[in-house]
């Protein structure tokens, strides 16, 4: 964190808390400004910095160093909930553990809780595939792409949370989701074999799955969204003759949860 | 199924409870990523009193790539084929994640009311509406009244 630049007073805290990032749509997690003013969560605009190198409101050009030198506008504090009374989400990068953000650490509990072996996050433009029984992260659309997680306390050493650095060292951040350039010789993407060592595992307390979750449920607001759908539910058109414009691996990919096609 | 992100929660949300004159998007009960949409065809253009049934998906790493979106209503358009495959930028390298499913449908209604026949994907429509305007214009009204009204 030693190179962000950050702008700590309280106007700049509260602007950055009641912002709604435009790419989320959830208020700002660890804001950052690009040059031309817009401000986004640090990892959406680590997304779309990986992706268009411009910004999803102007299309300006993001500079070349943003995500090494963001502007934030508030320093990442350890703000983040603490689950079952200190407990936190981490993953392995160089040289140390990071914390997850806020949210992705509690869509994590909420899986585990579930007693979930498996669970799906976007992280800045990726989808992840979190394995619980093995606690690992890997890369959906490549799987060598992988990191070792844990659920240990909240207070043990760590390098940052979410790519941003909380402590004094100034080097490069390590994004949890930046995972395209190997970090260290046990890291990379071609080591497809990563050790599973006990100590990896146990520090979730048994009666982790047993605790009751608190978080949203998502059951919940899909059953809400359902119930505020339109009467008139159109079908689909039987005299099109023309089948859909996309190859058929797409789009079985795409149709796999619809019950009629 | 996986959880669905918030993002697309959130925005179904948003258009159920603030829909967009002319435009309608409903997700599919079995997937949350499908919607059958439904826009007007715009007034003072040749779909006017058409209702164009339309099929959007969310693809697993939106926003950070754009809906696929096509027309399932015939349509006689110089930037949409027969397949109903739309030619339209912010869908291919204009996308933004900032756009949204509301401003995607926007932008397609547009382009009901400003084809761009020099940009075109439906060559012998974009090459009738250069050479002659009125008569494609007149086939775009027939279209419309064949495939898109009473149906």
């Keep these: 964190m030693a190179e962000a630049i950050c702008d700590d007073s309280k106007e700049a805290k509260e602007k950055g808390e009641n912002i709604e990032c435009a790419v989320c749509l959830q208020p700002c997690i660890h804001p950052a400004q690009l040059p031309c003013g817009h401000i986004f969560c640090f990892l959406c605009v680590k997304g779309f910095a990986n992706q268009s190198k411009k910004c999803a409101m102007c299309r300006q050009e993001i500079p070349r160093d943003f995500i090494e030198q963001p502007h934030l506008l508030h320093a990442a504090t350890e703000e983040s909930t603490e689950f079952d009374g200190g407990y936190q989400w981490f993953y392995e990068g160089r040289n140390g553990w990071w914390q997850y953000d806020e949210r992705t650490s509690k869509e994590l509990e909420t899986s585990y809780k579930s007693g979930d072996k498996t669970c799906e996050l976007l992280i800045a433009g990726f989808l992840y595939i979190v394995d619980f029984e093995s606690m690992l992260q890997l890369r959906r659309n490549d799987p060598s792409r992988r990191r070792k997680i844990k659920r240990d306390f909240a207070t043990i050493p760590k390098k940052g949370i979410a790519g941003l650095r909380t402590e004094g060292e100034s080097s490069s951040t390590d994004s949890q989701g930046n995972d395209t350039r190997p970090e260290s010789p046990v890291d990379g993407r071609n080591d497809n074999i990563v050790p599973i060592t006990p100590s990896n595992t146990p520090q979730s307390p048994t009666s982790g799955r047993e605790s009751p979750h608190q978080e949203e449920d998502l059951q919940a607001t899909m059953e809400r969204i359902s119930s505020l759908r339109l009467s008139s539910s159109p079908s689909r058109n039987d005299n099109d003759e023309n089948p859909p414009g996309r190859s058929r691996s797409t789009r079985s990919r795409y149709h796999r949860h619809r019950s009629v096609d | ?151």
């Design chain 2, 1 to 151: 199924m996986a959880a669905l992100p918030r993002r697309i929660i959130k925005e179904t949300q948003r258009l159920m409870q603030e829909p967009v004159p002319g435009i309608s998007a409903v997700p599919d009960d079995s997937n949350a990523r499908y919607f059958h949409v439904i826009v007007t065809g715009p007034e003072d253009s040749p779909f006017e009193g058409g209702l164009f049934k339309l099929e959007l998906f969310l693809p697993e790493d939106y926003p950070m790539s754009a809906p696929k979106v096509r027309f399932i209503t015939k349509i006689y358009h110089p930037n949409i084929d027969r397949l109903g495959r739309i030619c339209l930028d912010i869908l291919k390298d204009k996308w933004s994640p900032a756009l949204q499913i509301r401003t995607v449908l926007l932008s397609i209604q547009a382009l009901l009311s400003a084809p761009n026949p020099d940009d075109p994907l439906a060559n012998d429509v974009a090459e009738l509406w250069k050479v002659n305007e009125s008569e494609a214009i007149r086939n775009a009204k027939e279209w419309t009244r064949r495939y898109a009204m009473d149906n």
